[in-house]
């Protein structure tokens, strides 16, 4: 059964710096598409990055360009994101989910409903 277990996220200023940590237990060859999305309070899930496990392919989404990497030890099954020059308005519960590669990483990285099994998340707080 695929699970994922989020860590890492906590209360920072702006400007500064998280490295989020997922553990995917249960993942099988099929799950391509690998991604971490976040939720505000009151918000549905918002892609952040996405990386291709068969070739590392990476995507992020324009908000994040520059400032987010996203990163994955297959041997592990581990997925991270790192975080840096954080503002207010990536406040969130960080989740990762993996998908099946039904379409292109770009348009998937758009669809968190392409996702299954998503984690608990993590709570990231940028605050001063």
């Known amino acids: 059964q695929l699970k994922f277990v989020e860590s890492g996220g906590g209360l920072v200023q702006p400007g500064g710096s998280l490295r989020l940590s997922c553990v995917a237990n249960?993942?099988?060859?099929?799950?391509?598409?690998v991604g971490w999305f976040r939720q505000a309070p009151g918000n549905e899930h918002k892609g952040v990055a996405c990386i291709r496990r068969s070739d590392g392919r990476t995507y992020y989404l324009d908000s994040e360009k520059g400032r987010f990497t996203i990163s994955m030890d297959n041997d592990k099954n581990m997925v991270y994101l790192q975080m840096n020059n954080l503002k207010p308005e990536d406040t969130a519960v960080y989740s990762c989910a993996a998908g099946r590669p039904i379409d292109s990483i770009q348009t998937m990285c758009h669809m968190p409903a392409d996702f299954d099994s998503w984690g608990q998340g993590t709570q990231v707080t940028v605050s001063s």
């Open positions: 249960g993942l099988t060859l099929d799950y391509n598409i």
